[in-house]
């Protein structure tokens, strides 16, 4: 018997995750990603579904349909929706669900700090700062800036930006990971007053961070969507594996006593 685990994923973390479940004796993943980009890094030991579910709904009839025995959201801390409805759909479901939470980067002595809620937030309060943004908020997020034409926008995302956009704005085309030598250097060269980003942690992007620290800039860190509430949560890819060795056993257990 075989055991179908939906990982949902369009992260690096939810990549590791498939290819440790994927080698569990026993256990099929699907991976699940949004499908927002034109070349996506995939795992090599799964079955790859793309694109949206249909919300809550859509969510549930899917993994009645598909068998899953277990749902582990391994989505961007920051694609809250997505999490919503797996909270709500694995509920309706009875499926089994974990989140696979990253720690956010922690400030620390030295960074200059400025807490937002909201990407809209974020562009308000740039008033107080340069006139120069380096934005890595990614490209869905620039919209919230297209009424700021006091200032002067970097966005580095993986793909180009598409309307409503600031009208000053250098796009930089890249994926990490970076390095605090080229953050700085990228930085120094543009004349970066301020750097807008997503508390995202994780060691890939972190690098700006130290760089503006580094340089002495403001940082204006968007602050991460709560987790649903009760939505059982682990920090590593490791516990999640775990955990899911731990349910698989229950399960053989209540099957076979
Ligand atoms: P979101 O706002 O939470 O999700 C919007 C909708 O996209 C969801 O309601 C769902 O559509 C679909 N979706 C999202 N993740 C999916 C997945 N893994 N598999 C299938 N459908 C998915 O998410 P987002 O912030 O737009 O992020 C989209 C994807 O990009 C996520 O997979 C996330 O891990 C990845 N990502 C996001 C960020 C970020 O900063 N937000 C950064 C890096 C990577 P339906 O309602 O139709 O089911």
């Known amino acids: 018997m075989s055991w179908r685990v939906l990982v949902l994923g369009g992260t690096a973390e939810g990549r590791r995750l498939t290819e440790k479940l994927a080698a569990l004796p026993g256990v099929e993943v699907v991976y699940s990603i949004a499908g927002r980009v034109a070349a996506p890094a995939l795992p090599t030991a799964a079955r790859i579904r793309v694109g949206g579910f249909g919300g809550v709904d859509g969510l549930t009839s899917y993994l009645r349909d598909a068998g899953i025995a277990a749902v582990i959201d391994v989505t961007h801390p920051y694609a809250a929706l997505m999490t919503a409805a797996a909270v709500t759909g694995s509920n309706a479901a009875a499926v089994p669900l974990l989140v696979v939470r990253r720690p956010g980067w922690p400030e620390t002595d030295g960074d200059d700090w400025h807490r937002v809620p909201s990407l809209a937030a974020a562009a308000a309060a740039l008033g107080g700062f340069g006139e120069r943004v380096f934005l890595t908020t990614g490209r869905s997020g620039i919209a919230a800036f297209a009424g700021s034409d006091r200032h002067w926008f970097l966005l580095r995302s993986i793909e180009a930006p598409s309307p ?33 980003t997503k508390n995202s942690g994780g060691p890939l992007a972190a690098a700006k961070l130290v760089a503006a620290r580094h340089l002495g800039l403001p940082v204006l860190m968007v602050d991460r969507p709560p987790l649903p509430p009760g939505a059982p949560a682990v920090a590593t890819v490791e516990d999640a594996v775990a955990w899911l060795i731990r349910l698989l056993g229950a399960t053989d257990r209540s099957c076979t006593g």
């Open 164 to 196: 409503p956009m600031p009208v000053r704005l250098d796009v930089l085309l890249e994926r990490g990971p970076f390095t605090v030598e080229g953050e700085t250097a990228l930085m120094r060269g543009h004349r970066i007053d301020v750097v807008v």
